[in-house]
């Protein structure tokens, strides 16, 4: 049996998860893909997205992107990308029946194995 030793952190990270939960319209993954991919200008500190579907339900996929940045760098970024980000979010809900839940969140703890 393999054991893991969780380290578990409290210390200050400067990260920021951008998550939402989504019920795309029947068979709309692929253009909802391309229309959720943020082109060649990603927000600064952007590390990596995940998209995952629901093992009972293909249509209701969350995303989240994590991003090595302060709240106030995101608020920065996002008042000088407004406009391309409104524009994006309006490409993507053409292919989204409903969205559960969206926001950007600040990283407040960490647990490793």
Do not use: C
């Not at 990260?15 to 709309?28: E, G, H, N, T």
């Not at 959720?36 to 500190?45: A, C, F, I, K, T």
């Not at 608020?75 to 969206?102: G, I, K, N, P």
């Amino acid at each position: 049996m393999l054991r893991l030793t969780p380290t578990l952190s409290n210390q200050e990270v400067d990260m920021i998860v951008m998550f939402s939960a989504r019920r795309l319209k029947p068979d709309a993954w692929e253009q909802f893909r391309s229309a959720w991919g943020p082109g060649d200008s990603p927000p600064p500190g952007f590390q990596r997205a995940y998209h995952a579907r629901n093992i009972r339900d293909e249509d209701e996929v969350i995303s989240f992107g994590l991003f090595d940045m302060t709240e106030d760098d995101y608020r920065r970024w996002r008042e000088d990308a407004d406009a391309q980000e409104t524009q994006r979010v309006d490409r993507m809900s053409a292919f989204v029946e409903h969205e559960y839940v969206a926001g950007v969140f600040e990283v407040i703890d960490t647990f490793e194995p």
